[in-house]
């Protein structure tokens, strides 16, 4: 099966696809070309009202059904996505420009992950019996009610199964929001849901700019917000929820370090500083894109990770021999780009890319900077592209401090082979998500999200149900009730 790239309507609510032509355009632009490839409209107040309206009612109806059911209809889900991964991914790399080597083993596999995962769960999210003598207490896990994802752009189809499975399999319905970069993929999760047998109206799909996600936010019938994004648009929905005293979950960005110890294995840790900086286009919220490298190995390292980027195969996103692809859009490509410059004006030392590729669509050279000092720029914000600084330390004490001298805190890693120090320095780190000698993995199973500025919650495992769940406790006396008058 194929799919055509312009979707038969730019919302879905109510299990079909609707258009409302007065929205504002929302061209789709291929990032390997720069081509308009499709073209959707942002949704009016009254497609918001048509899917707020669609989620409530059936919100009502899901959340009777038993928890089973409902998990077989997020197993069915899964396993239809799988089927179709290869149209999903090819569908993933026009919305994003990330290469299809990864969109098919990244995106809507991990998607289907998170469906078949929770609707596994679901069937035993249960309260308990909490015993008082002769009297007791019991609690009922219920769901929250009509929930609101809104979604970055890098990993669309993720970030829409990320929130969608854990929120549907609690027994809520969600009304989603792309990023406008992106808006094709949630669509399908949509789809692939209601064919799975999902009721009409239980997962919705509208688009639009950051005004559409603002009138979702502040909607009195929404009781949860789950954002992924940036920081500054994290404070803005984080203060728009607490007006409304709803629950949050904020995925923000980071600056995560990286900590190369010198009796590390220097071709694994040159591995985890290509995965944590250069997949996607290193468009990743938590990346380790501070590699703080001990003295000693520091030259040898750098001479190692510039041999292996000269095998990056950057080209057409579509050939599945391509390792490296375009920046999503060109406004992220200038954004980055003036990093790059900062970098350089600030005197950092540019050992490898820093240059915009003389070919169509937005593709930028996977850059390292060396020699890079904590006060730079490329030090201290967020690049979000291709963009590698690494800073170098002596002693492991020094290390942590510097680690942690950010405001951020989504994740960390450490390389080395004692493992006692790779378990010592990863407790003093301050982050959500940390690796030991590794960098990235995103397993369902795992707990995911930041501490400090990078966010509040957790998405994935066990520890997701809490933010999508809320306990009622039940007191039954056995006796009389003794009233003081
Ligand atoms: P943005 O913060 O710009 O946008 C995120 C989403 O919020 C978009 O859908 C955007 O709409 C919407 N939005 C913007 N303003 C508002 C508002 N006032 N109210 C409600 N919604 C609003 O992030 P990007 O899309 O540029 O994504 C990159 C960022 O996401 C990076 O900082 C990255 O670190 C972070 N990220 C975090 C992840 C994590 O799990 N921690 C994972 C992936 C990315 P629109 O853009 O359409 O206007």
Redesign the pocket.
Known sequence: MTYDIQPAGSHYIDGAYVEDTAGAEIPVIYAATGARIATLHAATPAIVEQALAAAERAQAEWAKLSPRERGRVLTRAAAIMRERNHDLSVLETYDTGKPLQETLVADATSGSDALEYFGGLAASLTGEHIPLGEDWVYTIREPLGVCVG??????PTQ?ACWKAAPALACGNAMVF?????TPLCALKVAEILTEAGAPAGLFNVVQ???????A??TDPRVAKVS????????R??YA?AADGMKHVTM????KSPMLVFDDADLDNAGGGAILGNFYSSG????NGTRVFVQKGIKEAFLARLSERLKGAVIGDPLDEATSFGPMVSER?MTLVQGFIEKGIAEGARLVTGGKRLDRDGWYLEPTVFADVTDDMTIARE?I?GPVMSVLDFDTEEEAIARANATEYG?SAGVFTSDLSRGHRVIGQLRAGSCFINSYNDAPVEAP???VKM??VGR?NSKAAIDHWSQMKSVYVRMGDVEAPF
């Open positions: 809104i979604g970055a752009w890098n990993y970030i929001k792309p990023s406008e970069t639009g700019m950051g005004e559409v996600g603002a979702l936010v954002l992924t994004g940036s920081m500054p648009t994290g803005k929905v728009a995925e923000l960005g980071g468009q990743i919220c938590s992220q967020e979000f989504l995911f999200g930041g990078s966010g998405e």
